[in-house]
């Protein structure tokens, strides 16, 4: 093929590439050629700091020697083998160091390509081990889902979701879930402060559980942060509080952390800052440091060992994916993990994140900011019509997406979640790289909702 003229490459992106949550009528071409550390460059050459870490996944920079190194010898030895009864010492490595770095219990290891993959995964475990446990439970066949929930774009984990612009087309097409209100902090029901919050979220999961849990497989959360809601915050407590009643109930907590795992909340998983140990956990993003596709689900023992016995039984996990495991995305991952110990890079998330709330602080006075909220380094500011009815603009209006464009003039790529201004930067953001993307924000921010 020869290689394209700019002009070329520019109408191809719109005619032969459809591009994901993006309306194609009106798409236009931004093509990044390369990128260094925590930027990106366009054709053009112009520097663009990624402040969404390529849609939440980049986690120590871009070309990280590191991992390119890692996946260059990979490369030499072998790029993929099946994981259909067979394996590869990569993957084999990757799968402990996961065991052990996860909440205690979760022991072993699925591996698929998307989150959504490893959310379904997740969903066919519960059920199959309601199936065949020693005292087996068939009718446990439903989950609980949260409002504003996202779990990826398969269809099992569209009928979790509650994303109306996203999902509600495609309802006929969807299970019926048991769906309890957003957990949320910023607007809190009729009566409701931030301290009694918690519990009263706790209660209504509470009565759900006590009337349904004989048919339930699963509750289903994003823990502490749920992202694609809008960066919005459950109430300190809260995932604690779901533990224990998933456990008093009898029902499996499965914690999808593929937008918070891999420290992108200040800890490595998000259920560790409230000792939670789920009995699934659905990991993706940020695992192989936002460099391939990769995801994975992780079980307890108590799980896995419903799905032993003779082969006529019939209990075999009966799931794949072509290239799960693959060792390409096993080493880039592994030498993510390595990376964590050799930088630190957790140890120096508390500076940054303390800067990413000094930069919030002033932001949050603006006159159409509602909310200025982050966990770690994942931080939503929320523009509203009206800050003291908390009343938000039009989605139509695309206030978000006007903010951004100014941010993108400014040095920053930003992607906003319709009213919400999305901040997460790779964890290797510098302090100074972290100014420039919260005063490009800021910039976006005024711009957009000047009257
Ligand atoms: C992004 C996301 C997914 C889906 O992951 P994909 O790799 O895009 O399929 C699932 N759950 C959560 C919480 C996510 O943020």
Redesign the pocket.
Known sequence: MKPLTREQLEHCDRSAVWHAFTQMAEYEPLIIERAAGNTLYDLDGRALIDGVSS???NVHGHGHPRIDAAIREQLDKIAHCTSLGMSNPTTIKLAQGLVEISPAGLEHVFFA???????EVALKIALQYWQQRPDPRPHKSKYVALGGA?????IG?VSLGDIGQFHAMFRPLLFDVLRLPAPESYRLPPGVTRETAAAHYLAEMESLLAEHHDQIAAVVV?PLV???AGITMQPPGYLRGVRELTQCYNVLLIA?????GFGRTGTMFACQQEDVAPDIL?L??GLTGGYL?M?ATLATTEIFEAFLGPYEQSKTLYHGHTYGGNPLAAAAALATLEVFEEEQTLAHLPEKIARLEEHLVRIAKLPHVGDARHRGLMCGIELVHDRDTKAPYDWKERRGMAACRVAIEHGVFLRPLGNVIVIMPPLSISLDELDQIMLAAEAGIVAATAP
């Open positions: 849609l939440w996944c390509g998307d989150g959504a993959a490893a959310v996202y779990h990826g774009d398969t984990a994003e749920q992202g694609a999808d952390e593929v937008a918070t659905c993706g993003k596709a995801s």
